[in-house]
């Protein structure tokens, strides 16, 4: 077989650059198939067919096959990988911050991917780029940003957005990094219950992680404003440069806020204090709380939307941190956690555009580039190919759901989470560990017969003679877990998670939480009480 019949073969695997009805149709019939052989996996349970443990050895084995193959063919075999896949958007699924894709945003993810644009010029996205600025004049809209001087690029993840803060900062405090290197002087900041994502950061950047200083957090998992203002004030006397502080609005464990306001208050004092020659960058990690930007203008007394009133207090309760965003010289936001897009939608919104500019190459490093178009991120980005998929899929969501929209679902599982913690409170073989955070994730454990579950969770986390309990219960509630999931892996429960390390106690010691996360906009009451129902026996069955 000559190459020509090869390729033949070839050209039939790719849409087609020219219409054609029939080949038209055949692509639309294999997309199809392959959604009709995944339909097919669906059953009652949280996962797609049965669980399967690869066997990854074997994997490393795997070779490139002499011939071709065919769309349907692969087809089945890429299907085939999905085999036991936790579907996130089931009732019975609450178990990480991933959230279940609207249609829309699906087809956004499919369109940029038929067309593959590459946002880092104008000239290879076209209007593609365009949404990528309407999706940063919407968000910046939303959190309260001038839209006239904020910008924002999409990025690789909520980690990228981090790492654009931070890189920024450095710029700020450190000029010319991009051409000297890092000082040795500069420090980065951030709560111990932030992500640990700045831990790689400082480290990729050459800031060191020995230069990350991490301020511990308070009960309700919001940074120590003391104790940072020590810090910063120790830091700037040793005649160190704040390359960031990063602030958290909404941790991946507990949904803890941190206090922007009083941050950005402390670090304007400090500058006039210590007459510093540029302004410590202040980032807001925002990947999570973000959305609850949407309810900065509801009405919480007249309730428009009927919700109950824990769910209103907590929305309340979250939105008084929330509504602070703006004050943050830039912000990270996921679209594809509280977004309700695929992965990866991640975009880093900065309050002014000029900030973009300390991290641009110039044109001569790039002599085949940008000789004409309005629009050239890949002029500063990290990333010298961005997809467009993550501000299509965004777009689509934000036309999708709209204010009432966002309202409606971020309220919904704000909801049935106060249902879970209203349930949990009701036993007293169950605390709820994170009842001062108002988001959408749970914190808890249980306790054997006996033990005084009122006054257990103060004890086990302020006075070290219960060390030893803390550490019983610990093994005693990874026990409970993996009850409750061997449960649900046979259809007769939830899916929940843990950690290994809610928070550590006065003493040092990590205290293991079950953890329930709430995002699909499928949960009801009945879902709640079946995580509670299957607790309750969990305990039952091991004590």
Same mark, same amino acid.
């Given at each position: 077989?000559?190459y020509?019949?090869i390729l033949?073969?070839?050209?039939?695997?790719f849409?087609?650059?020219? &219409?054609d009805?029939?080949?038209?149709?055949y692509?639309?019939h294999s997309?199809?198939?392959?959604?009709?052989q995944?339909?097919?996996?669906?059953?009652?349970?949280?996962?797609l067919?049965?669980i399967?443990?690869?066997?990854f050895?074997?994997?490393k084995q795997?070779?490139?096959?002499?011939?071709? /193959?065919s769309?349907?063919?692969?087809?089945k075999d890429?299907?085939?990988?999905l085999e036991?896949?936790t !579907?996130f958007?089931h009732?019975?699924t609450q178990?990480?911050? @991933?959230?279940p894709?609207?249609?829309?945003s699906?087809?956004g993810?499919?369109?940029?991917?038929?067309?593959?644009?590459?946002?880092a010029?104008d000239?290879f &996205?076209?209007?593609?780029?365009?949404?990528?600025?309407?999706?940063v %004049?919407?968000? /910046?809209?939303? @959190?309260?940003?001038?839209?006239?001087?904020?910008?924002?690029?999409?990025?690789?993840?909520g980690?990228?957005?981090?790492?654009?803060?931070?890189?920024?900062?450095?710029?700020?405090a450190?000029?010319?990094?991009?051409q000297?290197?890092t000082?040795?002087?500069?420090?980065?900041?951030?709560?111990?219950?932030?992500?640990?994502?700045?831990?790689?950061?400082?480290?990729w950047?050459g *800031?060191?992680?020995?230069?990350?200083?991490?301020?511990?957090?308070t009960p309700?998992n919001?940074?120590?404003?003391?104790q940072?203002e020590?810090?910063?004030?120790?830091?700037?006397?040793?005649?160190?440069?704040i390359?960031c502080?990063?602030a958290?609005?909404?941790?991946?464990?507990a =949904?803890?806020?941190?206090?922007?306001?009083? !941050? $950005?208050?402390?670090?304007?004092t400090?500058?006039d204090? =210590?007459?510093?020659?540029?302004?410590?960058?202040i980032?807001?990690?925002?990947? *999570?709380?973000?959305?609850w930007s949407?309810f900065?203008?509801?009405d =919480?007394?007249?309730?428009?939307?009927? =919700?109950?009133p824990r769910?209103?207090?907590?929305i309340?309760?979250?939105?008084?941190r929330?509504?602070?965003?703006s004050?943050a010289?830039s912000?990270?936001?996921?679209?594809?956690k509280?977004?309700f897009?695929?992965?990866?939608s991640?975009?880093?919104?900065?309050?002014?555009?000029?900030?973009l500019?300390?991290?641009?190459?110039?044109?001569?490093?790039?002599p085949?580039?940008y000789? +004409?178009g309005?629009y050239?991120p890949?002029?500063?980005?990290?990333?010298?190919?961005? %997809?467009?998929?993550?501000?299509?899929?965004?777009?689509?969501?934000l036309?999708?759901?709209?204010?009432?929209?966002?309202?409606?679902?971020?309220?919904h599982?704000?909801e049935?989470?106060?249902?879970?913690?209203?349930?949990?409170?009701?036993?007293?073989?169950?605390?709820?560990?994170?009842r001062?955070?108002?988001g959408?994730v749970?914190?808890?454990?249980?306790?054997?017969?006996?033990?005084?579950t +009122?006054?257990i969770k103060?004890?086990?986390f302020?006075d070290?003679t219960?060390?030893?309990?803390?550490?019983?219960?610990?093994?005693y509630?990874?026990?409970?877990?993996?009850?409750?999931?061997?449960?649900a892996?046979?259809?007769r429960? $939830?899916f929940?998670?843990t950690?290994?390390?809610?928070?550590?106690?006065?003493?040092?010691?990590?205290?293991?939480?079950?953890? /329930?996360?709430i995002?699909s906009? +499928?949960?009801?009451e009945e879902?709640?009480?079946t995580?509670?129902?299957k607790?309750?026996e969990?305990?039952?069955?091991?004590?």
């Amino acid at each position: 077989m000559t190459y020509r019949n090869i390729l033949e073969k070839i050209r039939l695997a790719f849409p087609q650059p020219v &219409s054609d009805t029939i080949h038209d149709s055949y692509f639309v019939h294999s997309m199809m198939r392959a959604l009709d052989q995944v339909d097919a996996l669906k059953t009652h349970l949280p996962f797609l067919g049965s669980i399967i443990h690869g066997d990854f050895d074997a994997a490393k084995q795997t070779k490139l096959p002499d011939t071709m /193959s065919s769309v349907e063919a692969v087809t089945k075999d890429l299907v085939s990988y999905l085999e036991g896949m936790t !579907i996130f958007g089931h009732p019975r699924t609450q178990q990480n911050v @991933i959230a279940p894709t609207t249609i829309p945003s699906l087809i956004g993810v499919l369109l940029t991917s038929l067309h593959n644009p590459n946002l880092a010029w104008d000239e290879f &996205s076209r209007l593609v780029a365009l949404a990528e600025v309407e999706v940063v %004049a919407m968000t /910046s809209q939303l @959190i309260g940003y001038d839209t006239e001087q904020a910008s924002g690029v999409f990025t690789f993840g909520g980690t990228g957005t981090t790492l654009y803060g931070v890189k920024i900062g450095l710029e700020k405090a450190c000029p010319e990094t991009m051409q000297k290197g890092t000082s040795e002087d500069a420090v980065v900041f951030v709560s111990d219950t932030g992500h640990y994502c700045a831990a790689n950061i400082t480290g990729w950047l050459g *800031i060191g992680t020995n230069n990350l200083i991490t301020i511990p957090t308070t009960p309700e998992n919001e940074i120590d404003l003391k104790q940072l203002e020590e810090k910063l004030r120790n830091a700037l006397t040793n005649g160190k440069r704040i390359a960031c502080i990063i602030a958290t609005l909404g941790t991946t464990d507990a =949904f803890g806020l941190d206090n922007l306001k009083s !941050i $950005v208050d402390l670090r304007d004092t400090l500058v006039d204090e =210590f007459e510093l020659d540029y302004q410590p960058h202040i980032h807001a990690d925002a990947v *999570i709380g973000w959305a609850w930007s949407v309810f900065n203008d509801y009405d =919480f007394e007249q309730n428009p939307l009927g =919700f109950r009133p824990r769910t209103i207090r907590a929305i309340a309760g979250a939105c008084r941190r929330i509504r602070h965003l703006s004050l943050a010289d830039s912000v990270g936001i996921d679209f594809h956690k509280t977004g309700f897009a695929p992965y990866i939608s991640s975009l880093i919104l900065v309050k002014n555009q000029t900030d973009l500019d300390l991290l641009k190459r110039t044109p001569e490093q790039m002599p085949y580039l940008y000789h +004409f178009g309005q629009y050239r991120p890949g002029m500063f980005t990290l990333e010298t190919s961005r %997809a467009g998929t993550g501000p299509l899929a965004a777009l689509a969501n934000l036309k999708l759901f709209g204010e009432e929209g966002l309202r409606a679902i971020l309220g919904h599982i704000v909801e049935m989470t106060q249902l879970l913690r209203e349930h949990l409170e009701g036993h007293e073989g169950t605390t709820v560990l994170n009842r001062g955070n108002f988001g959408t994730v749970t914190l808890f454990r249980a306790y054997p017969v006996g033990v005084d579950t +009122f006054e257990i969770k103060r004890q086990e986390f302020e006075d070290v003679t219960y060390r030893d309990s803390l550490i019983v219960h610990n093994a005693y509630n990874r026990e409970i877990f993996e009850y409750v999931n061997s449960e649900a892996m046979e259809g007769r429960g $939830v899916f929940i998670s843990t950690t290994d390390c809610y928070r550590k106690t006065a003493y040092g010691e990590p205290i293991v939480a079950l953890k /329930s996360f709430i995002l699909s906009p +499928f949960v009801d009451e009945e879902d709640v009480k079946t995580v509670v129902a299957k607790v309750l026996e969990a305990r039952e069955a091991i004590s």
